[in-house]
């Protein structure tokens, strides 16, 4: 397996040319390596001929993007104003108290990572959840405590 540094680099080689690459190269990094390595900032804007200041303010500015390697399963419970109707707020309330993480955090086992997201395209199922790449509907916290339960089992 590729070093995340040559992975990283490999990327930059394929987007380096494309006239406002930098979006599509943190989307292919972070598709292929889980997060955006801190340290590739540098290397990054070098390739780009931006700034770091640059290449961190996307990165921060867009909530899709992590910084840290994610847990083993990652949580994202919907923010938008629809789930929060009807009761996202308290299932995230909820969600940090069981997983004792707040949002961008990973539980200490290293199982599960905890995103917010801003819509799911599920409203007329609110409040709603993602667990890895799969939607839930009209989520309970008890039916959070079940997910997140089976999701820790082993296979």
Do not use: W
């Not at 799969?134 to 089976?150: E, M």
């Amino acid at each position: 397996m590729l070093s995340e540094d040559l992975l990283v680099e490999k990327h930059i080689d394929a987007h380096k040319a494309t006239p406002g690459g930098l979006l599509p190269l943190l989307h292919s990094i972070q598709d292929d390596i889980g997060y955006i390595p801190e340290h590739s900032y540098k290397l990054i804007s070098k390739a780009l001929n931006i700034s770091v200041a640059e290449v961190h303010g996307v990165v921060s500015f867009y909530h899709h993007f992590i910084t840290t390697p994610p847990g083993q399963h990652v949580l994202h419970i919907c923010r938008a104003e629809s789930c929060q109707a009807m009761g996202s707020t308290e299932l995230e309330a909820h969600a940090k108290t069981v997983l004792n993480v707040e949002y961008h955090q990973t539980t200490k086992d290293g199982a599960i990572s905890m995103e917010p997201v801003y819509c799911l395209g599920n409203c007329a199922l609110s409040p709603a959840v993602m667990l890895d790449e799969k939607v839930y509907g009209r989520v309970s916290k008890a039916r959070l405590d079940a997910l997140l339960t089976s999701s820790r089992k082993p296979k």
